[in-house]
Every structure is written in C-alpha cells, then in structure tokens.
C-alpha cells in the first residue's frame, strides 16, 4: 500500500473528516469510527510507517518516546486517566491489523475483557 492509498494519510492531509481528538506537529488523533469500547481513540504519526514492525527503522529514539507520551496525553483528554484503560498496537494480519499505518489503540471507559481482534 502507497501512502496515496493509505486511510490514515488520507485522514491526515483531512481528504477524509474524522473526529480529531488531539493534533501535533509528530501525531494525529482521534476517533475510532468503529469503537470496540465505550471509549477507543487511534494515536498515529503522521509520518507513514505501516507497522510495529518498521517502526524501529523509522521513529527515532526520541519520536518514540514521543509517541508514548501523546498516547498518554490522549487518554488522559479522553478521561481514562483515573480507571485505566488499554492500548493495542496490531501488526501484520495475523493481529488483525486493517489499516497498515501504525496506529495505537486507546480503549476504556468500562471493564475490558476479551479478544483483542
């Protein structure tokens, strides 16, 4: 998949609308349009990276670090900082990951349990 065809690029150049929930110069979140909690955001860079796998290669040490910082940023905007909440990153089919450009999960707002796909 090219970055042209990429749901997520599109969603960030904002070809396609989404409910943001938090936009910086490195990440873009916001809604998840099919949610599997009560409450489940999608962090990802804006740089494309299509999976855990290539993120080594392509997030600097600091980027990364980054990247854990806004996921938390974001739950704590998305009001899960008090009861917790889980965050899943899915690489590669056998994860069930759908759209290949890596992207975390934030799910809570109620008890979790369950499969993760």
């Given at each position: 998949?090219?970055?042209?065809?990429?749901?997520?690029?599109k969603i960030i150049s904002g070809e396609i609308p989404s409910k943001i929930i938090n936009d910086t110069e490195n990440f873009l979140s916001f809604h998840d349009v099919s949610p599997q909690a009560d409450v489940h955001g999608l962090v990802i860079p804006k740089k494309h990276i299509s999976d855990v796998i290539h993120a080594s290669n392509e997030f600097s040490k600091?980027?990364?670090?980054?990247?854990f910082v806004e996921i938390s940023n974001v739950a704590r905007k998305l009001g899960l900082h008090e009861n917790g909440f889980r965050v899943v990153f899915n690489s590669k089919s056998d994860a069930c990951q759908t759209v290949f450009h890596i992207h975390?999960?934030?799910l809570g707002g109620?008890?979790?349990s369950g499969k993760m796909c």
């Open positions: 998949m090219t970055q042209t065809d990429c749901l997520f690029c600091d980027l990364l670090g980054d990247y975390a999960h934030i109620n008890q979790l």
